[in-house]
T-cell receptor, first 114, second 115 residues
Framework: NAGVTQTPKFQVLKTGQSMTLQCAQDMNHEYMSWYRQDPGMGLRLIHYSVGAGITDQGEVPNGYNVSRSTTEDFPLRLLSAAPSQTSVYFC?????????????FGQGTRLTVV | AQSVTQLGSHVSVSEGALVLLRCNYSSSVPPYLFWYVQYPNQGLQLLLKYTSAATLVKGINGFEAEFKKSETSFHLTKPSAHMSDAAEYFCAVSAGGTSYGKLTFGQGTILTVHP
């Protein structure tokens, strides 16, 4: 009964380094998304995907790339980390069933860029 | 486009007192509305949702919210606060249709419960 699994839970990067945040879901949901959480700003949408092979930008996409080769996985890539990307990142997987719609969130990845 | 405003970044109540967390939204289409709770160092958990059925929505842990279209509000209430309710609460809106999963969040309200 894993739901949405994010790895790693914590990460420290140096400015300019690259890394991939992993996200996997086992609920067969078509819709997946990445958010970043910053104090006093709630969660903001970075990228989302409505199915394998389909991705689109959210509110704050700059500096991040995504791909969706399978229904289960939706990795988020930071190509050249910057201190402004220090944040907590959440992956979500969503049912698209009208009144039953619900987003399920992972436990988050706390990223610090120094 | 959608937006959400949560009035009050911090709310403090005594144990047993009424909890009222305010949320106002803006949406160009009939909205889907959600309240999520986040405990320290945890992910977000759905408390309740409004998806165009009953305007008074009951959720987990004794919380409820009422959708008021005329006031564009979706305030969260609980009659009697418990120490375990201390957490951060987020109101969110989505547009429905293929945009079900695109949530726009408010800034969050930290609830403190005093003994």
């Amino acid at each position: 009964n894993a739901g949405v699994t994010q790895t790693p839970k914590f990460q420290v990067l140096k400015t300019g380094q690259s890394m991939t945040l992993q996200c996997a879901q086992d609920m067969n949901h078509e819709y997946m998304s990445w958010y970043r959480q910053d104090p006093g700003m709630g969660l903001r949408l970075i990228h989302y995907s409505v199915g394998a092979g389909i991705t689109d930008q959210g509110e704050v996409p700059n500096g991040y790339n995504v791909s969706r080769s399978t229904t289960e996985d939706f990795p988020l890539r930071l190509l050249s980390a910057a201190p402004s990307q220090t944040s907590v990142y959440f992956c979500a997987s969503t049912t698209l069933e009208g009144a039953h719609t619900e987003a399920f969130f992972g436990q988050g990845t706390r990223l610090t860029v120094v | 486009a959608q937006s959400v405003t949560q009035l009050g970044s911090h709310v403090s109540v005594s144990e047993g007192a009424l909890v009222l967390l305010r949320c106002n939204y803006s949406s160009s289409v009939p909205p889907y509305l959600f309240w999520y709770v986040q405990y320290p160092n945890q992910g977000l958990q759905l408390l309740l949702k409004y998806t165009s059925a009953a305007t008074l929505v009951k959720g987990i842990n004794g919380f409820e919210a009422e959708f008021k279209k005329s006031e564009t509000s979706f305030h969260l209430t609980k009659p009697s606060a418990h120490m375990s309710d201390a957490a951060e609460y987020f109101c969110a809106v989505s547009a429905g249709g293929t945009s079900y999963g695109k949530l726009t969040f408010g800034q969050g309200t930290i609830l403190t419960v005093h003994p």
